[in-house]
């Protein structure tokens, strides 16, 4: 199994950037394909983007195809999401999931994944 750990969240002026990082402790990090999710204040927790357990295969939510970027360096068990443009709307809780050799795009759905880190906050202010 693997523990995700994120950072890399914080306070940012629209249009800004940011790269959030997540850490995996545990065996076999790149077995695993990793995901990003976000939830906003009483909102449910949606889909961002998806790299297979090679890296080989990316997937996004259509909201941030373009501007969001998934990548990941198994040789440092850590899988990063590159935030550009960022909109005011962009602010959520962002969290990083680990599923074991998941076949086929994806997945979107936060059931899909066993793993999951704590979160880390971004916000983007107007």
């Known amino acids: 199994q693997v523990q995700p750990i994120e950072s890399g969240g914080g306070l940012v002026q629209a249009g800004g950037s940011l790269r959030l990082s997540c850490a995996a402790s545990?065996?076999?990090?790149?077995?695993?394909?990793m995901g990003w999710f976000r939830q906003a204040p009483g909102k449910e927790r949606d889909f961002v983007a998806a790299?297979?357990?090679?890296?080989?295969?990316?997937y996004y939510a259509d909201s941030v195809k373009g501007r969001f970027t998934i990548s990941r360096d198994n040789a440092k068990n850590t899988v990063y999401l590159q935030v550009n443009s960022l909109k005011p709307e962009d602010t959520a809780v962002y969290y990083c999931?680990?599923?074991?050799?998941?076949?086929?795009?994806?997945?979107?759905?936060?059931?899909?994944?066993?793993?999951w880190g704590q979160g880390t906050q971004v916000t983007v202010s107007s």
């Open positions: 999931a680990a599923v074991y050799r998941y076949v086929g795009l994806g997945p979107t759905g936060w059931g899909q994944y066993d793993y």
């Open positions: 545990g065996r076999a990090f790149s077995s695993y394909t």
């Open positions: 790299i297979s357990w090679s890296g080989g295969t990316t």
